[in-house]
């Protein structure tokens, strides 16, 4: 009886030992699996546009940048708002790096559908822009397009909301007019009614920018 015992101890503690070895082996799988996803999630997005603009004009912070993106949500923007492009950030930053604030649902970054800011090489990259451009609104003067580019700044890390003009929404084109109109008011860019599935109302498409009077373009830029 008095071995028996023993060998029910020993077996015991090699279950014991066993047992903690398992969890080691299936925490340095859990380890390594996390580090591949996270290599995987990162290789989605390899860096895909040119480390410099060429022959970029003298920008300022609060000029309007556009982009005609290759989704099919930009065709149907496109469509829907019988827009030449799809997308509108505003500049926040000149130096050390050009960087746009803009509203997105995914633009290849860590964070996706929310206010964010990209490197203006990123926003106009081949893989999210066929086309781009710079517009200068000459209706604001110096001192209303950096109060401006604070009071959208204000905004980052907002949730996205694409919803019509009579509901709580801020989408790429809101962001800007919200903050513009809190700082010049005259300013009435046109809406558009539409009427399709899950969407009924007013929205408000970059189209409305590209065509508003006492504007600029200054800059253009073609990936295709």
């Not at 480390?51 to 829907?80: A, C, F, K, Q």
């Not at 008011?185 to 189209?207: A, C, H, M, R």
């Amino acid at each position: 009886m008095e071995g028996k015992r023993l060998t029910d101890e020993d077996l015991l503690k090699a279950g014991f030992i066993m047992y903690r070895y398992l969890i080691y082996f299936l925490l340095i799988c859990l380890i390594l699996l996390t580090g591949s996803s996270a290599s995987f999630i990162y290789e989605r997005h390899p860096p895909s546009y040119p480390r410099l603009i060429r022959g970029l004009p003298l920008l300022e912070v609060g000029d309007w940048v556009v982009r005609l993106g290759t989704t099919n949500d930009s065709r149907w923007i496109r469509y829907l708002g019988k827009s030449e492009y799809s997308h509108i950030g505003m500049i926040v930053q000149l130096q050390p790096k050009v960087l746009v604030i803009h509203a997105t649902t995914d633009d290849g970054e860590l964070v996706s559908n929310q206010v964010m800011i990209s490197e203006l090489e990123h926003f106009f990259s081949p893989v999210l822009a066929q086309k781009g451009a710079v517009i200068r609104p000459l209706f604001l003067n110096k001192q209303e397009k950096q109060r401006i580019a604070a009071q959208i700044l204000n905004q980052r890390g907002k949730p996205f909301v694409l919803d019509n003009k009579n509901e709580s929404h801020l989408y790429c084109t809101t962001l800007l007019f919200d903050s513009i109109a809190q700082f010049h008011p005259s300013f009435k860019p046109e809406w558009n009614y539409i009427s399709v599935p899950f969407f009924e109302g007013e929205y408000l498409f970059p189209q409305a920018f590209v065509n508003y009077p006492d504007t600029k373009v200054i800059y253009q830029i073609k990936n295709n």
